[in-house]
């Protein structure tokens, strides 16, 4: 992935991705909107690491070693998804898991599925998306079962290596392939935006404005 494309689309808004691949004809790449941001200036853009954590209530002699192997993976720039399955109620992610992924460089996390320790977590500054808060422990719970594998993470089939992107309006993943292509068509649609922009406040018609620029 180049480094300067992943760049551009880190500092664009999730909903100018959107529609940049909505015209290239990939209308489903924005997760459940149920998986929000712990606080709303949280935004996070970095490399997909799909981790799978399932249902499990048994007590292995190693707790926590699925997760414990997930965040000493991590590289720079990464960004781990987690798919939760169905019925989990227990907080997949937490104020120390927060503190080892930054210490790995690591540039969010989104968990489709539950977090805990809020508060800590936006003292930490650290990006969280998730579907709500429990303050169920994993252990006895749930286990990982897959780390940077193919995975189903909010509706949306997510690859390692793929370009995940959000704030507080959502997230949306950008196929590894796709990323050239859709910073393209996002530099173009940033630029055209700007000039309507100007054109709005400056008092013309907003019929006209898409008439000249095609942008809304």
Request: include cysteine; aromatic fraction near 4%; charge should be negative.
């Amino acid at each position: 992935m180049s480094g300067d494309a992943s760049a551009v689309l880190g500092d664009v808004p999730v909903a100018v991705i959107s529609d940049a691949l909505d015209r290239l004809g990939r209308r489903d790449q924005v997760l459940d909107l149920a998986i929000r941001p712990l606080w709303p200036e949280a935004r996070l853009a970095g490399v997909a690491v799909p981790v799978v954590i399932v249902a499990d209530t048994s007590e292995p002699e190693l707790p926590y070693d699925g997760e414990l192997t997930a965040l000493d993976g991590l590289r720079p720039g990464d960004v781990p998804l987690l798919a939760v399955a169905d019925g989990v109620r227990c907080a997949s992610w937490g104020e120390l898991f927060s503190c080892a992924a930054l210490g790995r460089g690591a540039a969010g996390v989104v968990i489709d599925g539950y977090a805990r320790d809020a508060v800590e977590i936006k003292a930490l500054g650290f990006p969280t998306f998730a579907r709500g808060l429990s303050p169920l422990d994993t252990f006895a719970r749930a286990i990982v079962t897959g780390i940077d594998v193919e995975a189903r993470v909010g509706g949306v089939d997510v690859r390692p290596g793929d370009l995940v992107v959000g704030d507080v309006d959502g997230i949306v993943v950008v196929p590894q392939e796709m990323v050239a292509e859709v910073t393209e068509a996002v530099v173009t649609k940033h630029r055209l935006e700007g000039n309507a922009r100007e054109d709005l406040l400056a008092g013309m018609g907003i019929r006209e404005v898409w008439v000249k620029y095609g942008v809304l």
